[in-house]
């Protein structure tokens, strides 16, 4: 399974940007989707997840309120609906999966860069 995240882009505090993870390759069925970013100089956060059967997600509280996650199954596609962009955001962002009966996320896409000026 290879997954390839796309959608960043340079956006002015307060504006919008939705991001997406493709998964493709042999069947795919993980447990959880995970989103993460990683500022210059910082390390590596989680941002939000969900449950690729359930749907449940769980956010971050950095950005409750503002990104949503959400998937199409029959695309193989989870997305990150950034709204209300803060400087803060500026990162690499990644999507990750995350198997039944792994405790870690273990394929990473390359990265997307996701840039707020204010």
């Known amino acids: 399974v290879q997954l390839q995240a796309s959608g960043g882009g340079s956006v002015q505090a307060g504006g919008s940007l939705r991001l997406s993870c493709v998964a493709s390759?042999?069947?795919?069925?993980?447990?959880?989707m995970g989103w993460f970013r990683q500022a210059p100089g910082k390390e590596r956060e989680f941002v939000g997840s969900?449950?690729?059967?359930?749907?449940?997600?769980d956010y971050a509280d950095s950005v409750k309120g503002r990104f949503t996650i959400s998937k199409d199954n029959a695309k193989n596609t989870v997305y990150l609906q950034m709204n209300s962009l803060k400087p803060e955001d500026t990162a690499v962002y990644y999507c990750?999966?995350?198997?039944?009966?792994?405790?870690?996320?273990?394929?990473w896409g390359q990265g997307t860069q996701v840039t707020v000026s204010s």
């Open positions: 390759g042999s069947t795919f069925s993980p447990m959880l």
């Open positions: 969900i449950s690729w059967n359930m749907g449940g997600t």
């Open positions: 990750a999966s995350r198997r039944f009966g792994r405790s870690a996320f273990e394929k």
